[in-house]
């Protein structure tokens, strides 16, 4: 299988602590994206880095992707009680028909 | 907001029922997909469609099926309904070509008595 493994499965921390994720796949990929799901909703996209990037910004949140090692962080800076949330990467491999295989998530509780 | 809407939000319905999923998007997208999320859970892809008259098997094994008949629709039906069937059902839609970016409707959960 070719799906992402992510970790912490779970994290809590204060508001305004920054929040680190990561994601580790298996085969090469064309890009890595990661997405938020609020509990009980779909999901929304945040962020997509191509496979010649290494690191990308947006806003808070910074992504970085090491393709030596199969991985990808996703930081959360200065983190809000809205950010709470669960987080998924998703990889578009190589030869897979530029569908996504999703990570397990990460479950993120940002408390006051 | 994306612009892809799922009909129900929730349903409860008995063993041996015939049920649809509505999936609809008004962004012009030729890929739509449907993936099968059980709580706190990752997603899986369960059918895919390019456009109009393409649908295809994802990477999970379903007894549902689902039709392309106008681009803006994906509808998923069971035609028996079983307590295994139990879960969310989340579908989602992406330009052809370029990046896979895909956007979601807020999911339809299910649960078979």
């Known amino acids: 299988s070719q799906q992402g493994e992510e970790d912490p499965q779970a994290l809590s921390i204060q508001e305004g602590e920054n929040a680190t994720m990561n994601c580790s796949y298996k085969?090469?990929?064309?890009?890595l994206q990661w997405y938020r799901q609020n509990s009980g909703r779909g999901l929304v996209h945040l962020i997509l880095?191509?496979?010649?990037?290494r690191e990308k910004h947006s806003g808070r949140l910074r992504v970085t992707l090491d393709t030596s090692k199969k991985s990808s962080s996703l930081l959360i800076t200065a983190s809000r009680a809205a950010d709470t949330a669960s987080y998924f990467c998703a990889t578009d491999f190589t030869g897979g028909g530029n569908k996504l295989t999703f990570g397990t998530g990460t479950q993120l509780k940002v408390e006051l | 907001e994306a612009d892809i809407y799922q009909t129900p939000r929730y349903l409860v319905i008995g063993t041996g029922k015939k049920i649809t999923l509505e999936c609809s998007q008004t962004m012009g997208h030729d890929k739509m997909y449907w993936y099968q999320q059980d709580p706190g859970m990752e997603l899986h892809l369960i059918h895919y469609?390019?456009?109009?008259?393409?649908?295809e098997k994802g990477d999970l094994s379903s007894e549902s099926t689902v039709s392309r008949i106008r681009t803006e629709h994906f509808p998923l039906t069971l035609e028996s309904a079983r307590p295994s069937h139990t879960s969310q059902y989340l579908c989602?839609?992406?330009?052809?070509?370029?990046?896979?970016?895909?956007?979601f409707g807020p999911g339809t959960r299910l649960l078979v008595l």
């Open positions: 085969t090469s990929i064309n890009n």
């Open positions: 469609s390019y456009g109009v008259n393409s649908t």
């Open positions: 880095i191509r496979s010649n990037e």
């Open positions: 989602a839609s992406s330009e052809f070509g370029g990046p896979e970016t895909q956007y």
